[in-house]
């Protein structure tokens, strides 16, 4: 099985470098967002294998960057609960930057880290980690999600060290961005 986990495309929230959560469910791309979905639909559509199937966030935005990648594979864009963006909690409005500045900040009282008043690392990996084993078995398929939970949840289906993996600055995809996994004997790894 190969999943292609992607990034959804630019948007206004992604260029003011704002944490923003639940808030962004409807935010659209960009024209900067269309172009580099539009530009990754044939890319993907051209690959063997290639996607049986486009999944996307609840949000807005990453249905919009599966659109024309569902349209290039004459698919339509299935919505799967449980792959939308973090709820970053007490941290909406902040800059991208506090994540690193005020880092500390992430570490609950629990010991995990997470966001205050929103959703701790393990809850978004947890979720994020269902949502894929829900999938149909064998079928290929390309998730546009996001950022945060993107970040998260790779390293949970990679078996790292969530919190390392964090650390060090791993999986920080850009706008748009492609990820291709291939499961076998139940161990996802990262197909070059």
């Known amino acids: 099985m190969n999943l292609w986990l992607i990034r959804h495309g630019q948007t206004a929230g992604n260029v003011a470098g704002i944490l923003?959560?639940?808030?962004?469910?409807?935010?659209?791309?960009?024209?900067?967002?269309?172009?580099?979905a539009a530009a990754l639909a044939p890319l993907l559509a051209a690959r063997s294998p290639r996607p049986q199937a486009v999944y996307a966030?609840?949000?807005?935005?990453?249905?919009?960057?599966?659109?024309?990648?569902?349209?290039a594979l004459g698919l339509s864009v299935q919505v799967l609960p449980?792959?939308?963006?973090v709820?970053?909690?007490?941290?909406?409005?902040?800059?991208?930057?506090?994540l690193k500045t005020h880092a500390a900040a992430l570490r609950l009282p629990s010991g995990g880290l997470g966001f205050k008043g929103g959703e701790t690392f393990t809850q978004i990996?947890?979720?994020?980690?269902?949502?894929?084993?829900?999938?149909?078995?064998?079928?290929?398929?390309?998730?546009?999600?996001?950022?945060?939970?993107?970040r998260i949840g790779l390293?949970?289906?990679?078996?790292?060290?969530?919190?390392?993996?964090?650390?060090?600055?791993?999986?920080?995809?850009?706008?748009?961005?492609?990820?291709?996994?291939?499961?076998?004997?139940?161990v996802w790894k990262v197909k070059n």
Do not use: M
């Open 87 to 98: 709820d970053c909690g007490d941290w909406a409005g902040q800059p991208y930057s506090a």
């Open 125 to 150: 990996a947890d979720r994020f980690v269902r949502a894929v084993k829900g999938l149909p078995p064998g079928q290929d398929a390309a998730l546009v999600s996001h950022g945060g939970i993107l």
């Open 155 to 186: 390293a949970a289906l990679l078996q790292q060290d969530i919190e390392a993996a964090w650390q060090r600055g791993e999986w920080v995809l850009g706008n748009a961005e492609v990820v291709q996994l291939k499961r076998d004997k139940k």
């Open 20 to 36: 923003r959560g639940a808030a962004s469910a409807g935010d659209e791309l960009s024209d900067v967002g269309h172009a580099q």
């Open 57 to 71: 966030s609840t949000y807005r935005r990453a249905q919009q960057t599966a659109e024309p990648l569902a349209r």
């Open 82 to 85: 449980g792959i939308q963006e």
